[in-house]
């Protein structure tokens, strides 16, 4: 049973900076690919980054480019999302998830595990 658990999340001022974490467990971690994805209250599920099973690729959606930086420590099994800058519109639940793949994508679809996601909330 794959478990991934997202912590970090919380209030913070708009220009702030947070650290989001999510911890793994029940897949060879090493082996596959991590994603955040975020879903603010009314709007759809978005692709925020992903990173490859060895760190060597990873990919961003246009919102966050320049601000967020996926990283992942493969020893604790764990994928981080290191936010800076942070805007009104990064308000939103943040969700971890896994692909059974090594390739990266921005598709929801191809993920087959999800966190329970941690709230960002963003006060100007």
């Known amino acids: 049973q794959v478990q991934l658990v997202e912590s970090g999340g919380g209030l913070v001022q708009a220009g702030g900076s947070l650290r989001l974490s999510c911890a793994a467990s029940?897949?060879?971690?090493?082996?596959?690919?991590m994603g955040w994805f975020r879903q603010a209250p009314g709007k759809e599920r978005e692709f925020v980054a992903a990173?490859?099973?060895?760190?060597?690729?990873?990919l961003y959606g246009d919102s966050v480019k320049g601000r967020f930086t996926i990283s992942r420590d493969n020893a604790k099994n764990t994928v981080y999302l290191q936010i800076t800058g942070l805007k009104s519109e990064d308000t939103a639940v943040y969700y971890c998830?896994?692909?059974?793949?090594?390739?990266?994508?921005?598709?929801?679809?191809?993920?087959?595990?999800w966190g329970q996601g941690t709230q960002v909330t963003v006060s100007s």
């Open positions: 990173i490859s099973w060895s760190a060597g690729t990873s």
């Open positions: 029940g897949r060879t971690f090493s082996s596959y690919t």
């Open positions: 998830a896994t692909r059974g793949s090594r390739y990266v994508s921005s598709s929801a679809s191809a993920y087959d595990y």
